[in-house]
């Protein structure tokens, strides 16, 4: 009766991290330890699930009950299309599939569109996860990525996000959503960023002479057909 009354343990919810071309047989998922002091007495305390998770041997072959969702973000049909992904923290999962997917499919012989990553994260040297993977992916032949645009919030004394770079790269940003059938995807705490993100996009338009003000929301209002959002909880 006493174990009646404790509830059951929500499951967790992680986004794929790896492409289904490239590794048939497993899956992979980015996940950060979840730590946090108490208010009152200000002890560190870890996520009940991501500290169990952390603490599991892989040579161990752990158990652990896995339940596979269609997600909101998913790969384009079209792969020749121009791609924009933003991925905040371990938003950036989902784009590192996305990008394992491209390789794959360069390897094959598929035509890609051009394809852009902007990354942010509080420290480069604490949380620039699979910085050595994306640089190899920038080198392999087929553009399989043309660039990745990190972005370090907590490095400098001024906090840096993806809409700040965007903001000083106008014409990089306006040569590529100047193109109506770009793809924009955005996986990441919510906090209005994906907005800022359209805001920039539409102020890059108009600063860089590409359309008048009128012109840049018309635009932006086309471009949105294909942004596909996907929030979770910081």
Request: glycine share 6%.
């Amino acid at each position: 009766q006493l174990l009646s009354l404790i509830p059951c343990i929500k499951p967790r919810l992680y986004s794929i991290a790896s492409s289904g071309l490239m590794h048939p047989t497993t899956i992979q998922v980015s996940i950060v330890n979840f730590r946090w002091p108490t208010p009152q007495t200000k002890k560190w305390r870890n996520g009940l699930c991501t500290q169990y998770l952390f603490g599991l041997e892989p040579e161990e072959r752990p158990y652990v009950a896995v339940t596979c969702k269609k997600g909101l973000l998913q790969f384009p049909s079209d792969p020749s299309k121009p791609m924009v992904m933003f991925g905040l923290g371990t938003g950036l999962g989902v784009f590192r599939a996305f990008v394992q997917e491209r390789e794959f499919l360069a390897e094959q012989g598929v035509t890609l569109g051009r394809a852009h990553l902007w990354q942010a994260c509080r420290h480069q040297f604490k949380d620039f996860v699979y910085n050595d993977e994306i640089k190899t992916c920038m080198k392999k032949p087929g553009g399989v990525l043309e660039k990745h645009h990190p972005a370090f919030s907590h490095d400098q004394k001024e906090f840096i996000t993806i809409p700040y770079l965007m903001d000083h790269e106008p014409e990089r940003i306006s040569m590529i959503v100047r193109d109506e059938d770009v793809q924009m995807f955005y996986c990441g705490p919510a906090y209005g960023i994906p907005q800022a993100i359209m805001d920039s996009c539409q102020q890059a338009l108009i600063k860089t002479g590409v359309f008048a003000p009128k012109q840049a929301a018309e635009h932006m209002e086309l471009v949105k057909k294909n942004w596909f959002v996907e929030c979770f909880s910081a």
